[in-house]
């Protein structure tokens, strides 16, 4: 009987006791690492490879899209500017990038072109690219990622850089409207403020600037602003009058 008592301790001993597994060690006192050169070098070698290659099929889609391009379109690839008129190989000679880095979907006679990662979207002279538009093989239209949104351009008087700015200050106005909603003033005053300074003599903005200020209890500044507002109106009554004749 005794003899049970005293095995039970002992067995729940041994059963919380830790378990030792014995393995035979990755390396050994006095062994040597083997060095990474090697593997850095091999890597190394296969970037040079993938740089090459790339680089040979960028120019051979540049001398393919220089091959039969109109002259103010071979302008716009040479310039690395994208162009509404554009074939999709033109896009990619424009970007300077080949078919990797875009997804294509096609719905019939039409299809767009987007960015095959986010990480490293493709870019032209003006900005990130953010989509491509095609119709009959042919570029109608394409957008650029801005601060405040996409940017779409469907003409040459939207790509130009008064049609850019334009562009800017219609979507500063829309975000600095949607501050000002929200309450946020002085958020709301610096996008009518960066707007104004792209479309300077624009009523509108001249009206916005003299609204936050007045709720911002600064008068005299706001006073100013309206005073800009009603001069500005003046000024394009003078001037539709003057077409209208």
């Given amino acids: 009987m005794r003899t049970g008592y005293l095995l039970l301790p002992l067995l729940a001993l041994v059963a919380c006791a830790p378990k030792r597994i014995h393995e035979p060690p990755i390396i050994r006192t006095g062994d040597r690492v083997a060095g990474a050169e090697a593997a850095v070098e091999a890597a190394r070698q296969e970037a040079a490879l993938a740089d090459r290659e790339t680089t040979g099929r960028r120019d051979e889609i540049t001398?393919?899209?220089?091959?039969?391009?109109?002259?103010?379109?071979?302008?716009?690839?040479?310039?690395?500017?994208?162009?509404?008129?554009m074939s999709e190989v033109q896009v990619l000679a424009a970007t300077r990038t080949t078919e990797s880095a875009w997804r294509a979907r096609d719905?019939?006679?039409?299809?767009?072109?987007?960015?095959?990662?986010?990480?490293?979207?493709?870019?032209?002279?003006?900005?990130?690219?953010?989509?491509?538009?095609?119709?009959?093989?042919r570029v109608t239209a394409?957008?650029?990622?801005?601060?405040?949104?996409?940017?779409?351009?469907?003409?040459?008087?939207?790509?130009?850089?008064?049609?850019?700015?334009?562009?800017?200050?219609?979507?500063?106005?829309?975000?600095?409207?949607?501050?000002?909603?929200?309450?946020?003033?002085?958020?709301?005053?610096?996008?009518?403020?960066?707007?104004?300074?792209?479309?300077?003599?624009?009523?509108?903005?001249?009206?916005?600037?003299?609204?936050?200020?007045?709720?911002?209890?600064?008068?005299?500044?706001?006073?100013?602003?309206?005073?800009?507002?009603?001069?500005?109106l003046e000024l394009e009554r003078i001037r539709a009058t003057g077409e209208a004749y």
């Avoid at 019939?108 to 093989?137: K, Y």
């Fill in 63 to 85: 001398a393919q899209a220089l091959a039969t391009c109109a002259p103010d379109v071979c302008a716009a690839v040479t310039r690395g500017e994208l162009m509404v008129g």
């Fill in 107 to 137: 719905a019939g006679a039409a299809s767009i072109m987007v960015p095959a990662t986010r990480s490293v979207p493709p870019r032209d002279a003006s900005g990130e690219v953010g989509m491509v538009q095609l119709q009959g093989g």
């Fill in 142 to 232: 394409y957008a650029y990622n801005e601060a405040q949104g996409a940017r779409l351009v469907t003409g040459p008087a939207e790509a130009s850089t008064a049609g850019r700015a334009a562009q800017l200050a219609d979507m500063l106005l829309r975000e600095g409207d949607d501050l000002a909603a929200r309450g946020q003033l002085d958020m709301a005053l610096d996008r009518y403020d960066r707007a104004h300074i792209l479309h300077p003599g624009s009523p509108d903005i001249e009206y916005r600037i003299a609204t936050v200020l007045d709720k911002q209890l600064r008068p005299i500044e706001a006073l100013v602003r309206y005073r800009l507002f009603l001069h500005q």
